[in-house]
């Protein structure tokens, strides 16, 4: 069977890794191990892009031997991958022997089918882009289009690669294969950037010895560093090597920011490999980028983070031990990664993402669990429990979910999905209070309560781990499971047989101290009790921690219907920003369905999933009451669908 093949970029090593490279790295660490879960065989490769001018001249300017100094950034980005979790298959260097033997080989096969052509180039250069410009898209300013850098003149005999020649077939293979790139938005970008034309471009460079060779003609210089670079992908399957590289050739993902996709990954790159006769990738991915305080990251700004920094300071914070800090900080990459548009990291979100759906939701969801079944059941799982049927439906509709939303590389979805379980549950504890059972002395009951929350821990156990390994590794551990369970088994509702023993319960993320306060020893999280017969878990006033939970967005109406058999429910169909959902709603004695469509309503839409009259409601409607009928809440303005209110 084919491997799934997936890639990230490989990184140019004059800086070392940042939240803008430990983004790509770990989504695509994400999506191999989400294929592992799956039963997948996996290729994972990640790299550095070591032959670049600019990685030359940084080192000139340290003082430093070149190949020393790729050397050691190389190890230094190997040791980074290593520390946040990264399990990749192989870590390729442009600057291997093998990897330069196929670049000479595709450069003197290109050249022999004409391909390749000599010429001479008279241009612009952007070494911080890496980029040639033609003098038509340079302005007065003579900086580049893409970074704003000062671009640097280029008059030199030069090899050109005959891109124009594979514009049709580029065109053809886009229309052929709308998934080829995603998502949406950058599909567009790559149309939009061919439908400019496309002109040969120059693959090699005078004035520097620091790269591959021009084949046979070696006074020409070295190729250019895209050309090199694009070409690891098919070096690390043995490409030249061995007859059996299909096994892994071509790519199923591969994975980078929005920045390198157009021009690179979805012109140059395939237009490449039409030359070569080779298979096209089945799918690029560009996302988009992390800005920090609305800004671009610059080393200039000082604005750049490093991974590890983050993750020590969040550990040291908290008390939380570092591979579970590690796992925090992937999670916050996943949560708030940006897909289509660009979004904005901050310590803050990464705090208020690890109180809130870490320590708050996962860490005490399985905390009162296994506490519940240690103080009730002596830590064994009672005879002839089950979950209940809607539960069980629902657990098994958002493992769907989230299997749709990982595949799509949508992360953000995926885990939000996740999160509605660890909702259902805890909803469905305080609506059945297994406390209360036990005193009532319905010990049955009260272990059927529970036995749901270990299966919804154990799926969760699963559905996290593309995330957060080391922390479904503990979960698995605390759950007496070893390891976290493969994906087509995790949504098995009878997995945890009666007598089977759970370990006590650790705390895996201890609450943050709000920053105002002194600085006090670390401390294990402060579980929440559950609570005691006749307690109540209202309290008058809630903290704008509580509300920000509340996830309400402005939807707009796109269908309407009654639901069967009822006078009171209205089926809705929402647009909510680009997400299509479903809620039921009671307003059907107030309303009729064409009083509906395109009207915008705010809708909770971090609600748990509900079965009602057999659709599954996804959200709630916020209207004013009105000696009990509703009336509906609008914008003040048209607003884009799917708005925040806050
Ligand atoms: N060496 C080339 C890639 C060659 S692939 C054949 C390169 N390297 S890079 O070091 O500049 O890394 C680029 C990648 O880092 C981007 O595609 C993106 O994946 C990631 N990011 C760099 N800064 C980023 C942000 N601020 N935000 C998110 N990701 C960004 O280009």
Same mark, same amino acid.
């Given at each position: ?20 490279? *430990? ?21 994972? #490769? ?36 290593? !520390? ?70 280029? @008059? ?38 061919? !439908?400019? $034309? ?76 039409? !030359? ?20 671009? =990251? ?60 870490? *320590? ?11 506490? =519940? ?14 979950? @209940? ?35 259902? %549950? ?40 593309? *995330? ?43 609450? #943050? ?20 017969? $006749?307690?109540?878990? =209202? ?17 707009? %109406? ?35 369905? @064409? ?9 909770? %839409?971090?609600?748990?999933?509900? #079965? ?11 209207? !004013?009451?009105? @000696? ?19």
């Amino acid at each position: 069977m084919k491997r799934y093949y997936i890639t990230t970029p490989i990184y140019y090593v004059n800086s070392v890794p940042h939240i803008g490279t *430990a983004l790509t790295t770990i989504v695509a660490d994400a999506c191999a191990r989400f294929q592992k879960r799956r039963g997948r065989r996996v290729y994972f #490769l990640t790299g550095t892009d070591e032959n670049a001018p600019k990685v030359h001249r940084v080192a000139g300017e340290r003082g430093i031997p070149t190949q020393q100094f790729v050397d050691e950034m190389a190890a230094e980005f190997e040791r980074t991958w290593q !520390a946040l979790h990264i399990e990749y298959d192989v870590f390729i260097r442009t600057t291997e022997d093998r990897h330069k033997r196929v670049v000479t080989e595709v450069f003197r096969r290109l050249v022999r089918q004409g391909d390749i052509y000599k010429g001479s180039y008279q241009g612009w250069y952007c070494v911080s882009c890496e980029t040639f410009f033609a003098s038509s898209k340079v302005g007065e300013s003579r900086t580049c289009p893409d970074c704003g850098k000062p671009l640097e003149w280029r @008059d030199e005999p030069c090899y050109y690669f005959r891109l124009s020649a594979y514009e049709l077939r580029l065109k053809a293979h886009l229309a052929a294969n709308p998934r080829f790139i995603e998502p949406e938005v950058r599909r567009n970008e790559t149309l939009g950037f061919i !439908a400019e $034309g496309l002109q040969d471009i120059a693959v090699t460079r005078t004035g520097t010895d620091w790269g591959v060779p021009v084949p046979d003609d070696p006074a020409s210089g070295v190729v250019y560093v895209w050309f090199d670079a694009l070409l690891n992908y098919l070096t690390a399957t043995g490409w030249l090597e061995r007859d059996d590289y299909t096994d892994t050739w071509p790519p199923d993902l591969q994975l980078m920011g929005k920045d390198i996709l157009p021009r690179f990954h979805a012109t140059i790159w395939p237009a490449m490999l039409m !030359a070569l006769d080779l298979p096209l990738p089945e799918r690029l991915y560009g996302h988009g980028w992390w800005i920090v305080n609305k800004q671009k =990251m610059s080393k200039s700004l000082g604005n750049v983070y490093a991974p590890l920094e983050v993750v020590q300071s969040l550990a040291a914070a908290s008390g939380c031990e570092t591979p579970y800090a590690v796992d925090a900080f992937r999670y916050y990459m996943l949560r708030e990664m940006p897909t289509d548009s660009d979004a904005e990291f901050s310590l803050e979100g990464l705090e208020t993402r690890y109180n809130g759906d870490l *320590a708050n939701d996962l860490g005490n969801m399985l905390h009162r669990t296994l506490s =519940m079944m240690h103080r009730y059941f002596g830590g064994r799982v009672p005879d002839g429990a089950r979950v @209940d049927a809607g539960l069980a439906d629902l657990f098994a509709q958002q493992a769907a979910r989230v299997t749709e939303a990982y595949e799509a590389v949508d992360f953000p979805r995926g885990l939000r999905e996740a999160w509605q379980i660890i909702s259902a %549950v805890n909803r469905y504890y305080d609506e059945q209070a297994p406390w209360t059972l036990m005193k009532q002395g319905d010990t049955a009951r009260a272990g059927q309560v529970l036995y749901a929350g270990l299966i919804a821990a154990r799926l969760l156990c699963a559905l996290v781990e593309p *995330a957060m390994p080391q922390v479904a590794r503990e979960i698995a551990r605390q759950l007496g499971i070893g390891e976290p369970p493969a994906w087509s088994d995790a949504t098995a509702m009878d997995a945890l047989p009666a007598g089977h023993t759970l370990q006590e319960p650790t705390p895996i993320f201890p609450r #943050l101290q709000a920053k105002a306060e002194p600085k006090q020893p670390p401390t294990p999280t402060p579980q929440p009790e559950p609570p005691q017969q $006749g307690a109540t878990t =209202m309290q008058d006033a809630i903290t704008i921690d509580d509300f920000k939970r509340l996830q309400i967005r402005i939807a707009t %109406v796109t269908a309407a219907e009654p639901v069967p058999k009822s006078t009171k429910l209205l089926k809705l169909t929402l647009d909510v920003g680009g997400e299509t959902r479903t809620i039921v709603a009671g307003i059907a004695e107030d309303y009729t369905p @064409d009083q509906l469509v395109g009207k915008q309503i705010p809708v909770l %839409v971090n609600l748990q999933p509900a #079965l009602i009259r057999g659709i599954v409601s996804e959200g709630m409607m916020l209207a !004013a009451d009105v @000696d009990g009928r509703a009336v509906l809440l609008h914008p003040d303005r048209e607003v884009p669908s799917g708005s925040t209110v806050r």
